[in-house]
């Protein structure tokens, strides 16, 4: 369930399907609803998740394009090993920000932010 961490940052507690799926939409439906400068940071903490599909890694790169256009960072947390394998074998371990954990998450968020 996503909740607002701040004015500008939002915490999604991921699960896995159909609960996944279910979320993921909800947060590009919240983003594309908002309008651009309104758009909040991610954090998206895997720590329930155990597997993901092509469905939802395709819902990952619409929620990093559009936080893109809107100058605003997402970071992957707490991710498994067999979530960690797939974002590897399908080289988006390269394209995503990943923390350990959802502290760090967001403190990397807030440094970001504060830089730039």
């Given at each position: 369930m996503a909740t607002d961490w701040s004015d500008n940052i939002v915490i999604a507690d991921l699960a896995d399907e159909p609960a996944l799926s279910d979320e993921l939409a909800s947060i590009i439906q919240r983003l594309l609803d908002s309008p651009e400068d309104k758009v909040p940071h991610l954090v998206l903490n895997f720590?329930?998740?155990?597997y993901v599909n092509s469905?939802?890694?395709a819902q990952l790169l619409r929620l990093r394009k559009r936080l893109a256009e809107c100058k605003r960072q997402?970071?992957?947390?707490?991710?498994?090993?067999?979530?960690?394998s797939v974002m590897?074998?399908?080289?988006l371990?390269?394209?995503?920000?990943?923390?350990?954990?959802?502290?760090?998450?967001?403190a990397g968020l807030q440094l970001d932010d504060a830089g730039g």
């Open positions: 720590g329930q998740v155990t469905s939802n890694l997402m970071r992957v947390c707490s991710v498994s090993d067999e979530v960690w590897m074998v399908t080289g371990d390269k394209v995503f920000r990943f923390a350990p954990d959802p502290m760090t998450a967001l």
